[in-house]
């Protein structure tokens, strides 16, 4: 078979049919889940609109936007590995926003590629960015009930498995070419969850002083996906 034969009637005739079975099997829980992604774009309105000056950074945050939406159409497609893998992507983007907004100078550089930008994963295995030290820059002690840094580390060590095909993770142990499958998806959909409130906490650190004149109603849904992860209280 050709290769452009196959891609048509294999692989883009099945992932259309795992798509539209995906739709089919979501329940009002799930529905209600994947509006979460709505938050994601409160912040980068708002985040434009506050620090005009410093709208140059936002792409990160816009493509960790992008990856957000990405992993949803690779996992309802049926490649729950590459959705997982994508999601990953978009915590490390959210933290790089969040470190070059805090470090201007470092992000021209980044934009002019004169110099090595620091890995997310140095940010996060070295422990040197988000930890309760840098928190405490921002939010109040007893506004802090857990440490963030420890909360990302898991979900990044987790996600990881992913990218580097551990065999637990591997997806073509179970099926190939893609098939829906309700246990991967409502794990998949589980992380997503988990990587958007974490994504949230992690503006809300940052920006904390600042959600108060965020409009209230785009405030109030940031606000419950944060309390999810029970680690800032808002």
Known sequence: MKMENYLKKVILKKTNQ???QTLKNLNPKDQQALTSLNTYFYWKDFLNKTFPLDN????????ATFDLV????????GFYRQGMISLRSSLELTELYVYYFDHPVEFKYFLHDRKKRPLPSELINKGSFLTKKYCLL?????????ELHTEIEKTYKELSFYVHGRLGKLQTLNTFPVNFNKRAFSN?????QRI??????ILAVRFYKKINIMD????DRICSEIKKLNILEV
Do not use: A, H, Q, Y
């Open 138 to 146: 921002f939010v109040d002690k007893n506004k802090l009930k857990k």
């Open 56 to 63: 140059k950074v936002i792409i990160l945050l816009d493509e």
């Open 188 to 192: 998949f959909l589980k992380e997503w």
């Open 196 to 201: 958007i409130f974490l994504g949230n906490t």
């Open 18 to 20: 795992t798509f539209e």
């Open 216 to 219: 209230k109603t785009k405030r």
């Open 70 to 77: 990405s992993s949803l159409f690779n996992s309802f497609s």
